[in-house]
Structures are given as C-alpha cells and as structure tokens.
C-alpha cells in the first residue's frame, strides 16, 4: 500500500510543470506582444510559439497520473 509519498510526488510532477509553463509563457508573451507590435504578420508564428510549453503541463499531467494508477 503506497503511503503520503505517491500524491506528493504526483502533485510535483504536475507543479514543475506548471511552473516552469508559466515562467516560459510569460517571457514568451512578453516578447511576442513586442514583435507582433513591430511586424503584424508574425501573429500566426508567435501563437504557436506561446503554445509549444503547453506541452510541458500536459506531460507532467500524464506522469502525474502514471504514478496515481500504477502505484499500488
């Protein structure tokens, strides 16, 4: 039977991604509302930018509950 160390370790697989998703998506936007200002055109090349670290929340999702519903 898995103790207190399964959902901590399922909530930091989650919470690092998350975090480091905020952190990569602020200087994104950040930079991307900049240029999107200067170049018009680039609008469709910087909402994929600012997607791509989305990825990051989906993998830590699906470790997260890799580690609920394996561990036993």
Not at 12 to 30: E, H, N, P, V, Y
Not at 31 to 43: D, Q, R, S, V
């Amino acid at each position: 039977m898995a103790g207190w160390e399964v959902p901590i370790g399922a909530a930091l697989a989650f919470s690092a991604g998350a975090i480091g998703t905020g952190w990569a998506q602020s200087r994104i936007g950040a930079a991307g509302a900049g240029t999107i200002a200067e170049k018009p055109e680039t609008a469709g090349s910087i909402i994929i930018i600012e997607a791509i670290p989305e990825t990051l929340v989906i993998l830590g999702f699906v470790i997260a509950s890799m580690i609920i519903l394996m561990v036993k």
